[in-house]
T-cell receptor, first 113, second 112 residues
């Protein structure tokens, strides 16, 4: 199955600042998915990133708050902009590989103070 | 859109006993149903999955059953061990490269 490297693993940020999370996959994939997991909660899809096109955002998530880049088939970034304490969550990237299903990175644990 | 419900939210089981977690889904187009185990501080790890053309799948102590008519699927863990303690999530998707919709999670505790 695909191996995903996600950075940083955790960070503590000041409110009003931005953080960019990186996701690197060891194989080429068409779609990359970004999820948010609020404390003690389930995973909610933020957006789907397809190489060479604009990301598709789920209801309740907007590009200005969560801009995504997808420069090639193995890499993507998610930026959490103008952060507030409500943005404190785990952010996870995921990919789908045929016959292997969906694999997740280890996540970025973000605390906004 | 798809809605996945998961029960129970917490489950405590004596070591060696069996654990069962149940999920229901709403979208009849869903045809892929994975189960994930998430340990503290880690990302979800796929433990077993099932596709809609199969009613049951087993991998050692873990099994998943699917009832497409009733739109529900279940995870069965037999001979539970302390290392099975974790949060388990079910999910549903309409197919490859489409988004996963997750259940609310079950915190499983194995009592030694």
């Amino acid at each position: 199955s695909a191996v995903i490297s996600q950075k940083p693993s955790r960070d503590i940020c000041q409110r009003g600042t931005s953080l960019t999370i990186q996701c690197q996959v060891d194989s080429q994939v068409t779609m990359m998915f970004w999820y948010r997991q609020q404390p003690g909660q389930s995973l909610t899809l933020i957006a789907t990133a397809n190489q060479g096109s604009e990301a598709t955002y789920e209801s309740g998530f907007v590009i200005d708050k969560f801009p995504i880049s997808r420069p090639n088939l193995t890499f993507s970034t998610l930026t959490v902009s103008n952060m507030s304490p409500e943005d404190s969550s785990i952010y996870l990237c995921s990919v789908y590989v045929t016959d292997d299903g969906y694999t997740f990175g280890s996540g970025t644990r973000l605390t906004v103070v | 859109g798809e809605n996945v419900e998961q029960h129970p939210s917490t489950l405590s089981v004596q070591e060696g006993d069996s654990a069962v977690i149940k999920c229901t889904y709403s979208d009849s187009a869903s045809n892929y149903f994975p189960w994930y185990k998430q340990e503290l501080g880690k990302g979800p790890q796929l433990i077993i999955d099932i596709r809609s053309n199969v009613g049951e799948k087993k991998d050692q102590r873990i099994a998943v059953t699917l009832n497409k008519t009733a739109k529900h699927f279940s995870l069965h863990i037999t001979e539970t061990q302390p290392e099975d303690s974790a949060v388990y999530f079910c999910a549903a998707s309409i197919g490859g490269n489409e988004k996963l919709t997750f259940g609310t999670g079950t915190r499983l505790t194995i009592i030694p």
